[in-house]
Nanobody, 125 residues
């Protein structure tokens, strides 16, 4: 059974940084699609960053240059380093994984099978 557990959320001031971590159990496909999504109150869930085969990555335009997605297959973890945070980054952040594989842009179009419970990020101005 695949389980994803996020951690690292919190409250920071604009310009600050946070690092989210997703611990995966029962999931050991190091080249398969993984990603981070977020959902703010009243908004639809949106894809933030994706990682695919050979650790190819792609980002939403709104976070490009500020966020970095990475994974450590040996530790079965997925991370999201978030720098220069803005109030509009405030949302619940979710880790997702799937058994499909491809480059990061292909992963961004995937229907993810496994989801974590989310971790809250709040950025104040």
């Amino acid at each position: 059974q695949v389980q994803l557990v996020e951690s690292g959320g919190g409250s920071v001031q604009a310009g600050g940084s946070l690092r989210l971590t997703c611990a995966a159990s029962g999931y050991t496909y190091s080249n398969n699609c993984m990603g981070w999504f977020r959902q703010a109150p009243g908004n639809e869930r949106e894809g933030v960053a994706f990682i695919g085969i050979n650790d190819d990555t792609v980002y939403a335009e709104s976070v490009q240059g500020r966020f970095t997605i990475s994974r450590d297959s040996a530790k079965s973890t997925l991370s999201l380093q978030m720098n220069s945070l803005k109030p509009e980054d405030t949302a619940m952040y979710y880790c997702a994984a799937d058994r499909s594989w491809g480059n990061a842009r292909q992963c961004a179009r995937a229907t993810f099978q496994y989801w974590g419970q989310g971790t809250q990020v709040a950025v104040s101005s």
